[in-house]
């Protein structure tokens, strides 16, 4: 049997969506910039696509831009107010944010830029009363990740919004995890930037969303056409543009009875670890609301978590040891240093990433594995 539970990671491209995308390779194939039939309607094709993606996050049509991936929404984010910015020099994040932030930081740095990172608990919820603390008439602006990818945390965004927007400051919220795993309504939580990757919800590699929201001055990053409501030069990628629209409104209508699923999913798994008296830490909030459902990062004692995955693997069980993006690394990830994993837990940390197609006897299967690894090992 193969199991695949690594979908933090990346997910698998839906039938409904491959089906909705393969016109647009072959016979739709018109760059959306010409004037002629074949261009036109594929310009029509990205603005119906903007406006649907506008109508399931709530804000408006010329909010949305589509990038390349989550990692260009947030560079662009932070780096277009950076670079067309004139009088703030502090920028505020934290040190469990995604590499996507913290590097694209380190590199506003090294321009001169004041980086602050807010504190967070074991758990992974940022101070609130360090943030209100730090932002100051020079913040830029803030820039949090809404799920962690790692640990699964989920921020009150509202109450950061609300800090931020009594400060002046802008506000830009990783949800590249978030999106179709957990409510994301831009109206209600009052942000000026949202990063989204569609790999993340069973929409192609290759394509992402920037929202922007209107007010918000950023300087483009990529300079040419006039693509993009005049933002980010390139022809588009009317393909994935359409993938990832059809993932969000498929992730959107059924992220309830998702939620619910998952949720099952993973107290089930806990469940039979503690019946097996296996001895272990579950890093982040507990399986909830405040919590990305299906997410389970697990720190066991006294094993080398490679050993876990190489051993899982030869099962045909596919986990992580954290993010994708920072796979070579052997040292733990910085999230779960951060936290305050004990010693003789952190290097045996492995990430379960549940899936909208895991099945419940694949799940079985994953811990009938798990749990006879681990007893051998000790």
């Not at 119906?48 to 949305?64: F, T």
């Not at 990832?244 to 469940?271: P, Q």
């Not at 006897?361 to 749990?371: F, G, M, P, Q, S």
Request: proline letters at 2%.
């Amino acid at each position: 049997m193969k199991v695949y539970l690594d979908n933090a990671s990346t997910t698998s491209v839906s039938k409904e969506v491959l089906d909705a995308m393969l016109p647009y390779f072959k016979s739709e194939f018109g760059n959306p910039s010409s004037l002629h039939e074949a261009g036109i309607r594929n310009r029509k094709v990205i603005n119906q696509s903007r406006s649907k993606i506008a109508e399931l996050l709530n804000c408006k049509k010329g909010e949305i831009y589509f990038t390349s991936c989550g990692t260009e929404s947030t560079n662009w984010a932070l780096k277009g107010l950076a670079f067309g910015n004139n009088t703030k020099g502090e920028i505020i994040t934290t040190k469990i944010e995604h590499h996507a932030t913290t590097n694209t930081c380190l590199f506003l740095q090294n321009l001169g830029y004041i980086i602050n990172y807010v504190s967070v608990d074991k758990q992974g919820f940022i101070d609130l009363d360090e943030l209100r603390s730090l932002v100051n008439d020079n913040t830029l602006v803030v820039s949090v990740i809404m799920a962690n990818n790692e640990i699964g945390t989920i921020q009150n965004i509202k109450e950061i919004s609300k800090i931020c927007e009594e400060a002046s400051t802008y506000l830009h919220v990783d949800a590249v995890q978030a999106a179709c795993h957990t409510s994301l309504d831009l109206e209600e939580l009052n942000v000026d930037l949202v990063s989204i990757s569609g790999h993340k919800f069973h929409g192609p590699k290759g394509i992402g969303i920037l929202y922007i929201k209107n007010g918000t001055h950023l300087t483009p990053l990529i300079h040419g056409g006039q693509q993009e409501l005049k933002m980010r030069a390139g022809t588009e990628n009317v393909a994935y543009t359409v993938g990832i629209t059809k993932a969000m409104e498929i992730g959107m209508k059924n992220l309830g009875s998702y939620e619910e699923r998952l949720n099952i999913y993973a107290k089930m798994f806990l469940k039979r670890l503690d019946e097996a008296k296996i001895d272990y830490i579950l890093n982040g909030p507990e399986i909830g609301e405040n919590r990305l459902p299906g997410n389970l990062n697990l720190s066991f004692k006294g094993i080398d978590g490679s050993v876990i995955t190489y051993l899982l693997n030869k099962k045909g069980i596919y986990v992580s040891t954290g993010s994708a993006c920072d796979s070579e690394s052997i040292e733990p990830s910085h999230i779960v240093q951060e936290i305050g994993v004990p010693s003789e837990y952190i290097d045996a940390t492995i990430r379960f990433s549940i899936g909208n197609e895991t099945t419940f006897e694949e799940l079985n299967y994953v811990i009938d594995n798990l749990i006879e690894i681990v007893k051998n090992e000790i």
